[in-house]
T-cell receptor, first 113, second 111 residues
Framework: NAGVTQTPKFQVLKTGQSMTLQCAQD?????MSWYRQDPGMGLRLIHY???????DQGEVPNGYNVSRSTTEDFPLRLLSAAPSQTSVYFC????????????FGPGTRLLVL | QQPVQSPQAVILREGEDAVINCSSS?????VHWYRQKHGEAPVFLMI?????EQKGHEKISASFNEKKQQSSLYLTASQLSYSGTYFC????????????FGQGTRLTINP
């Protein structure tokens, strides 16, 4: 099993550009989530999904869109990148309704100029 | 609302003990602990549930005081491999679909 995979590993964008961060898992997990990690701020939830076709907002959803057409994939779209979105983005998944044992992907480091 | 972790950073020598605290202003159903090594993804350590159930790591223990909305992670006889940043994640009620993480505690273990 590959676990949770994320692409790209690193990306540089200009302000106003859009892009999609890819996340996939091969563990048949229903719950998937996106976090951003900034220095001193911990992990902040952007969006999450409890199954295909079901998504909802987390703590910091503004400027991001998600969709979940399959169990395996959960892409995160930046609509119009801003310097404030410079961060490390982690995707995570779990099969547990209690949200325990979330498996995190390796992360995508995004720099917005 | 984000839980508060203390201390923000701690430096130990190998073999010493450490306690990391996580406090919330809201009632909690569960507390989850993760460790993240530099440049890597967070890794699940353990979960503590309201009512006393605890699941997770063999060599790391934790407590959860439901009345005080606090959890503490105990790292005894620390090893070099314990170095990293520790995060607590809190779940407000059973079935809540969000974890809210604290800002992290950086633990450095020196030989």
């Amino acid at each position: 099993n590959a676990g949770v995979t994320q692409t790209p590993k690193f990306q540089v964008l200009k302000t106003g550009q859009s892009m999609t961060l890819q996340c996939a898992q091969d563990m048949n997990h229903e719950y998937m989530s996106w976090y951003r990690q900034d220095p001193g701020m911990g992990l902040r939830l952007i969006h999450y999904s409890v199954g295909a076709g079901i998504t909802d907002q987390g703590e910091v959803p503004n400027g991001y869109n998600v969709s979940r057409s399959t169990t395996e994939d959960f892409p995160l779209r930046l609509l119009s990148a801003a310097p404030s979105q410079t961060s490390v983005y982690f995707c995570a998944s779990t099969q547990e309704p209690s949200l325990e044992t979330q498996y995190f992907g390796p992360g995508t480091r995004l720099l917005v100029l | 609302q984000q839980p508060v972790q203390s201390p923000q950073a701690v430096i130990l020598r190998e073999g010493e003990d450490a306690v990391i605290n996580c406090s919330s202003s809201k009632a909690l159903y569960s507390v989850h602990w993760y460790r993240q090594k530099h440049g890597e993804a967070p890794v699940f350590l353990m979960i503590l549930l309201k009512g006393g159930e605890q699941k997770g790591h063999e060599k790391i223990s934790a407590s959860f005081n439901e009345k005080k909305q606090q959890s503490s992670l105990y790292l005894t006889a620390s090893q070099l491999s314990y170095s990293g940043t520790y995060f607590c994640g809190t779940q407000r009620y059973q079935g809540a679909q969000k974890l809210v993480f604290g800002q992290g505690t950086r633990l450095t273990i020196n030989p």
